[in-house]
């Protein structure tokens, strides 16, 4: 209230000041300040995972056209841009936002293209503006995707000038969870981990056809964070907590191998957690300084760099144990970090800004953006339906103008000016205002020239786009099927591997006994015997020798005892598949050297088998791509299609795989690229071709679908996986792709052998009878039958008949065994019983 005094005459006089209560005032203003820094700088929106910093800087640019297809620009014109229009505040925060927006290392996925020094993990800051420069990414440019067709909304910025806008959010086609993000608000915090891309995106696809699904449901797609570092997740229970309530904690390791060699020892630092190497280096060097790394000797080298990537380098004592001081690190350094997360979003109506800040689940979060593409897609749809409506209101114009050109023309002659003859062309053609503008803009010149068999198709094309887009915005289901298109297309554009693993079983608590092997890339050959062993053999061992012009292949005693020959590297991982439908992993470095002769590791003694297991199938994996499948195949019929990805964590112990019936097993695995197909035989000679689309993948433990119809009481003996993207071949003269001639290898117990090319059988459905492979003769049956190119080497392990003693090897080029039709029976190429095959390359 306005405060009252008294004059020296004794009147009262308003002084025309206002008396608060000082608290009061207080209270107003910090509950004004605290909504600012809520809702204008601190969260990001729902819709789009930005905050309002990185979207002006993202709407500016692209407003600017620095896109990526166009040269790099001065970070110090793009600031200067965002200050001058979007931005009022500080150069500072303008110039950190977008460095950490190109900066890989801190996003998963960068929004902006960065050239120049725009920092590093090791704690150093970006370069000035004035000597980086940046463009726009293309992940970016997909997140603003669609603005020009009036999908958000718009509004003035503080500069108060019509001309210039910034969206109250972004189209966000990107899910809000793909990069990190981090703030400090009123009242509030929010700390969001990455994910990979694809997962995300694959089950937002599965929340449109069911919303309802539970947490365990939605970790069957999205395994949890995936940080850009990569390193390694303890257990998932923190997971799990976070994707319920949108809180959880979780443990991350570095990734740390043990390198050797006759001179040294060292424990190197591949992968770190999301930490800067300078913060996990002196973390080190602290320990090592307070007596708490027995086990390292005073030597830390960083090997860093942008192409070998993270590599720290720890010199073991002469006596150390590598698992003990492992655990030394991981318990008193930042090798090991515990991460907390609260996921705290803003959110909003439709075409509104976002002013509701609250904390949320997975679940919820991704439906909330599956409605928010869906409302985009619709105004999106919306847009384009209006402007096909306007645009065909004209081209109706434009054909009565083609009609009448001639007297338009003599109209424009001789009226007084263009607004008289745009009059005339109005009231004589019944046109719009509109129709009749469009007319009289044009030139004499332009009027004569005019198409009406052009405007009629354009007409035709016109109502056939608005009748598509009014089915559109009539039927759900088919926004829901456009939005799903799209989506996968984002995976195939922008997908990639997952760089974190997730030990699903690990727990900090559990001992760590042996810390894997270090070595360079090294091409290997493995062998795998019919006793059960293993052995890694000169790179030579089984080349063809050239004698007289000719390549012979002379056998050699043990080569009998093949059971496969495995080309893989020292990089590699060996996934082998037991009878029992359980598998096992083993780095292919741990497989022993020997001679060609000799037996080799028994393969009991690197794996954690049964007694009663044997393993059937030996499958080298270089990568745990999401695109390629571990395929396998049951005696009884059966087929399980599973990503590779799903057999990262498997180590020698073993785990189930595929769930079998009483009386059934394993019978072999293929690695799959998920566009060829399947060729299984059975014993009484039925074999059939399936495509691979006809297989769905599924979880790794799992009962499998029926692959083929069992006939006779008859049992699967083989499969094999046909890629055609893998059977061409360049011929040495001319440099030119050819196809490779490819055929199905034929060998049945009674020792008769063929080949037969695959397009003598057809491609059937999966789970039918599938065809004749062979003829049968009395009590004979199919032993295998494998795809062979004409180059191929082959060496056939057979035993004599009639009791004789020992086993044989048989080496034969491919291109020598005679080919036969399917239905007819091979030659009989050993007196006596075909015990296996390998091929050799």
Known sequence: MASVSENTTGNTVETGIVQEDFSVIMAQAFATYGLSVVTD?????????????????????????????????????????????????????????????????????????????????DGDAPAAYRYTEMRLSPLAEALMADMERETVPLHPTYKQDPKVVEPDYLPGRIPPIVNPSSGIAVGLSTNIPPHNLGEVIRACIALLDRPDMTVDELMGFIQGPDFSQGGHIVGVDGIRDYFTTGKGRIIVRAEVRLEETPRRRALVVTQIPPTGRDKVKASIIKAFN??????????????????????????????????????????????????????????????????????????????????????????????????????????????????????????????????????????????????????ASMTLAQV??????????????????????????????????????????????????????????????????????????????????????????????????????????????????????????????????????????????????????????????????????????????????EDRYLVTFSRLGKVKKSPLSEYKTIDVDGAQDMKLADGDSIVTAVLSHGQGEYFVTTDYAQTLRFSDEALRAQGRVGQGVAAISLTHGGVVVSASYYDINTTTSIDVETGEVIQDMVSVLVATEAGTLKKVPVSQYPQKGRATVGVVTTELVDSDRVLFTMLINEHDYLLLTWKGANGEKGEHSLPLKASEVIAFPRVKRGVQVVNGRILSAAKLG
Not at 382 to 405: N, Q, T
């Open 41 to 121: 700088r601190a969260l990001p929106d729902a819709r789009d995972g930005l905050k309002p910093v990185q979207r002006r800087i993202l709407a500016g640019m692209r407003e600017a056209r620095y896109f990526s297809s166009r040269p790099t620009v001065k970070s110090a014109e793009v600031v200067g841009l965002i200050l001058g229009n979007y931005h009022p505040h500080g150069d500072t925060s303008v110039y950190e936002a977008a460095a950490r927006m190109a900066q890989p290392f801190t996003m998963r996925y960068p929004l902006i293209e960065g050239q120049g020094n725009m920092g590093s993990e």
């Open 290 to 439: 307070a007596h708490k790394l027995d086990g390292l000797m005073p030597d830390l080298r960083d090997e860093s760099d942008t192409e070998k990537g993270t590599r720290i380098v720890l010199e073991l004592r002469k006596d150390a144990d590598a698992a003990h001081t492992l655990e030394q690190l991981y318990r008193e350094t930042d090798l090991q970090i515990a991460l907390s997360f609260q996921m705290v979003f803003l959110f909003g109506s439709p075409l509104q800004a976002a002013r509701q800040p609250k904390q949320v689940g997975l679940l919820e979060l991704l439906n909330y953006w599956n409605a928010h593409q869906l409302d985009l897609l619709t105004r999106r749809a919306g847009y384009d339906l209006r402007k096909a409506r306007e645009r065909l209101h004209i081209v109706e114009g434009l054909m009565i103008g083609a009609e009448h050109a001639e007297e338009i023309v003599k109209i424009f002659q001789q009226a007084d000016d263009r607004a008289s003859a745009r009059r005339t062309i109005e009231e004589r053609y019944q046109l719009s205002e509109i129709q009749s503008d469009v007319i």
């Open 448 to 625: 004569t020239k005019m198409d009406s068999g052009k405007y009629r198709r354009e007409h035709g094309d016109l109502q056939t786009r608005i009748e598509e887009l009014e089915r559109l915005l009539s039927n759900r289901r088919a926004l829901i099927t456009l939005l799903k298109k799209e989506m996968q297309q984002l995976v195939r554009q922008f997908g990639d591997e997952r760089r974190t693993i997730i030990d699903v079983e690990g727990s900090v608590e559990k001992p760590i006994t042996r810390v894997a092997s270090l070595y360079e890339r090294e091409p290997l050959t493995i062998a795998f015997t019919r006793s059960g062993a293993l052995k890694t053999l000169a790179q030579d061992t089984f080349r063809p020798k050239e004698k007289n012009g000719e390549l012979i292949y002379t056998p050699v005693r043990g080569d009998e005892q093949l059971r496969e020959v495995i080309a893989t590297t020292s990089q590699d991982y060996l996934l082998c598949m037991a009878s029992s439908g359980r598998v096992f992993q083993i780095a292919s470095h741990r497989i022993p050297l020997a001679t060609r002769s000799a037996k080799g590791e028994p393969i009991q003694s690197l794996l954690e088998l049964n007694p009663e297991e044997e393993i059937v199938a030996i499958v080298p994996i270089d990568a745990y791509d």
